[in-house]
T-cell receptor, first 112, second 115 residues
Framework: DVKVTQSSRYLVKRTGEKVFLECVQD?????MFWYRQDPGLGLRLIYFSYDVKMKEKGDIPEGYSVSREKKERFSLILESASTNQTSMYLC???????????FGPGTRLTVT | AQKVTQAQTEISVVEKEDVTLDCVYE???????LFWYKQPPSGELVFLIR??????QNEISGRYSWNFQKSTSSFNFTITASQVVDSAVYFCALSVAEYGNKLVFGAGTILRVKS
C-alpha cells in the first residue's frame, strides 16, 4: 500500500512565523507535489518536484518555498506566514511510470 | 493550458436515488489522463478511477460508472442507488504527462445523500 504521510493534521501559527510542512512517501516515487485546498477553488498546485533537489513552480507559488533533499521527503516552507495562507495543505506523490497521484491526509493550517 | 470545470457546486439526493456528477475538461494535448477522487469528511483524497485519452470505453465498478466522451470533452460520474456513505466532495482532475503528471483539479462537487 502506498503511504504518504504529513507531519501534522492540524497546525496553528502566528502571522510572521516561519512554518515547515513535511511530507514523506514510502513508495520510491519520483514526483512529489504540494497542493492547497480552499472551498470553491478545488486543489491548486503550489510546487512540485520530479527529482531530488529539483523543483518547479505550480500555479500559486508566491509566499512559499520547497525543499527536497531526499527522494522520500518533500517540505513546504512558508517563510513568513500570513492569514491568507490559512488553508488545507495536501501533499501527493506519483511515479513517472504511471500517472495519477496518491495523497496524504492533509494539514489544516490556521494562521492567526 | 489545462482546465477542469465541475459546474455543480453541491447536490443533495435521497438515499437510493441515482446521481450524476458532471466534469468538463479543456486541453490541447492529445494524450492526457482523467481522474476522479473522493474526499470524505475525514479529508483524505481517495483515488477512484483513471482513464486515458485513447480509451473511451465506459467503465462500471459496482454502483459507480463513468462516461467518457471526447466529443463533448466530458467525463461524468454516476452513482447508482446512492448511499449515505457516498456523501463526500468529489473532484475531477486532468493530467498531461508532458507536464510532469501534475493534476489539474476542478472545484469539486459536494454530494449530500440523505437517509
Amino acid at each position: 500500500d502506498v503511504k504518504v504521510t504529513q507531519s501534522s493534521r492540524y497546525l496553528v501559527k502566528r502571522t510572521g512565523e516561519k512554518v515547515f510542512l513535511e511530507c514523506v512517501q514510502d513508495m520510491d516515487h519520483e514526483n512529489m507535489f504540494w497542493y492547497r485546498q480552499d472551498p470553491g477553488l478545488g486543489l491548486r498546485l503550489i510546487y512540485f518536484s520530479y527529482d531530488v533537489k529539483m523543483k518547479e513552480k505550480g500555479d500559486i507559488p508566491e509566499g512559499y518555498s520547497v525543499s527536497r533533499e531526499k527522494k522520500e521527503r518533500f517540505s513546504l516552507i512558508l517563510e513568513s506566514a500570513s492569514t491568507n495562507q490559512t488553508s488545507m495543505y495536501l501533499c501527493a506523490s506519483s511515479s513517472i511510470a504511471r500517472t495519477g497521484a496518491y495523497f496524504g491526509p492533509g494539514t489544516r493550517l490556521t494562521v492567526t | 493550458a489545462q482546465k477542469v470545470t465541475q459546474a455543480q457546486t453541491e447536490i443533495s439526493v435521497v438515499e437510493k436515488e441515482d446521481v450524476t456528477l458532471d466534469c468538463v475538461y479543456e486541453t490541447r494535448d492529445t494524450t492526457y489522463y482523467l481522474f476522479w477522487y473522493k474526499q470524505p469528511p475525514s479529508g483524505e483524497l481517495v483515488f477512484l478511477i483513471r482513464r486515458n485519452s485513447f480509451d473511451e470505453q465506459n467503465e462500471i465498478s459496482g454502483r459507480y460508472s463513468w462516461n467518457f466522451q471526447k466529443s463533448t470533452s466530458s467525463f461524468n460520474f454516476t452513482i447508482t442507488a446512492s448511499q449515505v456513505v457516498d456523501s463526500a466532495v468529489y473532484f475531477c482532475a486532468l493530467s498531461v504527462a508532458e507536464y510532469g503528471n501534475k493534476l489539474v483539479f476542478g472545484a469539486g462537487t459536494i454530494l449530500r445523500v440523505k437517509s
